[in-house]
């Protein structure tokens, strides 16, 4: 292998396991097709002078958004269990789901995707089209509350082969993706590329995004403030499903898989993020007006699309802080995939 080769390979592994070598053999990790990190950062100061957008949009060339990010973890974690199927659950327009379902056909892996109920909208129904085309067992449930149950049953049956994931995959590795990210802007705040935020704000739906980016500007020492906006019920019946609790449990998770395997990780006192629970509106999937604008706003000043569901709300939020804290940096993490997937085959 000449120098070049092996120069370009070092640089692809995450910058979690470049920084604490003694993960780079314990923790699972592959070069998803198509992954283009790290995501650019970039000034919206034709919206407001100190304000920032890291583009996770273009996380992958295949499929972007958080979704890519977490599957590159997820996938090797399968793989090395030896697992052949991957079962998972989300809305009818899932991203998560996509995006699984692509890099699963790319990968040959089985994938089946049990389905719950969620408003129409042209996301939605161009979603569930690519999970058809791209070859995922499709099974709808109905209500949330009954799609989780099938998941559970199901996952109580036990099928050697089958892979279980939460939905928006939001388990250990999911969570890890996002550790890493955090890793990644600290690198591009070293570079100059950006000043150091003072506010990072995401959008919160199965929580791996913020659990992650949380836990990992703390190991990674950067003094940041991490904002989730809330978009998904914080209650599912009698059960947290999306509050500070829940998400601290899975910073707290992945903090101990980390520490269990380079216990020279720093030892921190884990702080709670703090949820927005002002931008939910009517329910999940649900426009709301300000998202609504928001959206407008950021096509026609810088021709970068949101959607409804998740990033228009987060973006809604992020302008909030932004006009009331002009001193301070801000910067807004894009979660949306921005391929066009229509060329799919
Ligand atoms: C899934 C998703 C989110 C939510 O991320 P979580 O890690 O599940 O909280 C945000 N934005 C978009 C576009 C998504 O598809």
Not at 36 to 47: A, G
Not at 208 to 223: D, E, H, K, Y
């Amino acid at each position: 292998m000449n120098a070049g080769t092996d120069q370009a390979s070092r640089m692809e592994v995450p910058h979690l396991l470049r920084v604490f070598p003694a993960l780079t053999q314990a923790v699972p990790w592959s070069n998803l097709p198509g992954s283009s990190l790290p995501t650019p950062v970039e000034p919206l100061s034709v919206i407001s002078e100190r304000l920032w957008i890291k583009r996770d949009d273009l996380s992958n060339q295949l499929y972007g958004g958080n979704k890519s990010r977490k599957l590159a973890f997820i996938l090797a974690d399968l793989q090395q269990r030896g697992k052949r199927q991957l079962v998972t659950f989300g809305a009818t327009g899932t991203n998560h789901g996509v995006a699984t379902s692509l890099f699963c056909q790319r990968l040959g892996i089985d994938c089946t995707i049990l389905l719950f109920d969620q408003p129409a909208s042209q996301t939605v129904t161009r979603n569930y089209a690519l999970m058809q085309r791209m070859g995922a067992h499709l099974i709808p449930c109905g209500s949330l509350a009954n799609t989780v149950a099938h998941f559970y049953l199901w996952q109580r049956l036990k099928q050697p082969h089958a892979y279980f994931l939460f939905a928006g995959g939001s388990d250990v590795p999911g969570v890890l993706a996002f550790v890493n990210a955090a890793f990644e802007l600290k690198e591009q705040i070293q570079q100059g590329l950006l000043p150091s935020p003072k506010v990072v704000i995401c959008p919160v739906g199965s929580s791996a995004t913020l659990a992650g980016l949380s836990l990992g500007m703390q190991l990674a020492g950067l003094a940041i403030d991490v904002q989730g906006v809330r978009v998904a019920p914080s209650h599912l019946g009698p059960f947290a499903a999306c509050t500070p609790a829940t998400i601290r449990r899975l910073m707290r998770r992945t903090y101990q898989y980390l520490k269990r395997r380079a216990p020279s990780l720093p030892d921190i006192t884990l702080v709670t993020p703090t949820l927005l629970e002002n931008y939910y509106g009517a329910g999940y999937g649900e426009a709301t007006p300000e998202g609504l604008a928001a959206m407008r706003l950021l096509r026609e000043s810088c021709g970068i699309e949101l959607e409804q569901t998740y990033t228009a709300k987060a973006f809604a939020a992020t302008l909030d802080i932004a006009r009331t804290n002009p001193t301070h940096d801000v910067l807004y993490w894009h979660t949306f995939n921005s391929v066009d997937m229509t060329p799919l085959p």
